[in-house]
């Protein structure tokens, strides 16, 4: 090896180059571009700017292209789950569901559901969905919303001809923009339509014996408070939307020695288990 005459010897002549830009900088691009899909990188470059962040607009384009994220604006359309998940917290449900009673008359169920608890709440059941009835459980449910604190901003409902437009007005007024399904597609509302598969599978099916709308109302209460206070759900890590998990028992001494009591609801159609006093 021949090293020229000024050169230290068992060192190479290094180009350092263009340095690397900082982690942090790469973290921060990154963490933009993920929190805000429909931005650029002209618009990401902006932001950082705005933040005292001074690189080139060709830089965090570099970063984007380094972590494999397209770097302009169009690179992630924003899907419907992705709405779903990113509103869950202010995101409501609603649908309406039949069953018919021992006389044969046929009741109509309308029903909400809190997309980020999965807290149920039956709004009311009649054999006559007038606009004057479908409008007053909108204003039943603002108010309840109101008195539990919950922020809704958005409630998913199908095109069914029994919501008249003085429903979605009334919901407008508290600030909760309605969101039409499409068209024969359930699947935009699943949340609601996979309770309702429940409701009926749990509860409907098994009970045979629906004597009239005051009974109807009675059973769906029933459910609506297990459903909430102590049956788990799985869309939520099998917690409850009402009462949380308890800690885990570690005692092994409580363990062997579990005193288990079921309290049936409904003649024994629900089980709900708890531990002894």
Known sequence: MIYSAD????????NPGRPRTIRSIRVLVLRLAKENPSWGYRRIHGELLVLGVKVAASTVWQILTDAGIEPR???????????????AEVLLA???????????????????????????????????????WVTQTARNLVM??????????????????????????ILADADIQIVLSGIQMPRMNSIIERWIQTCRHELLDRTLLIWNQRHL??????????????????????ARPLRPLPSPITSQDKITRLDIRRRPRLGGILNAYEHAA
């Open 7 to 14: 050169a230290t010897p068992g060192c190479r002549d290094r």
């Open 144 to 169: 309840d919303l109101e008195d539990t604190g919950h922020r809704a901003r958005f409630l998913i409902r199908d095109r069914d001809g029994k919501f008249p437009h003085l429903f979605d007005d």
């Open 217 to 238: 109302l009675h059973v769906l209460r029933e459910y609506e408070q297990f459903y909430n206070s102590h049956r788990p759900r799985q869309g939520i890590a099998n």
């Open 73 to 87: 604006p169009e690179r992630v359309s924003s899907t419907w789950v992705q709405f779903l998940r990113s509103q």
């Open 94 to 132: 609603c649908d309406f569901f039949e069953t018919i009673t021992l006389t044969g008359a046929r009741m109509y169920v309308l029903a909400v559901i809190e997309h980020a608890h999965r807290r149920i709440r039956i709004l009311g059941a009649t054999p006559h969905p007038t606009a004057a």
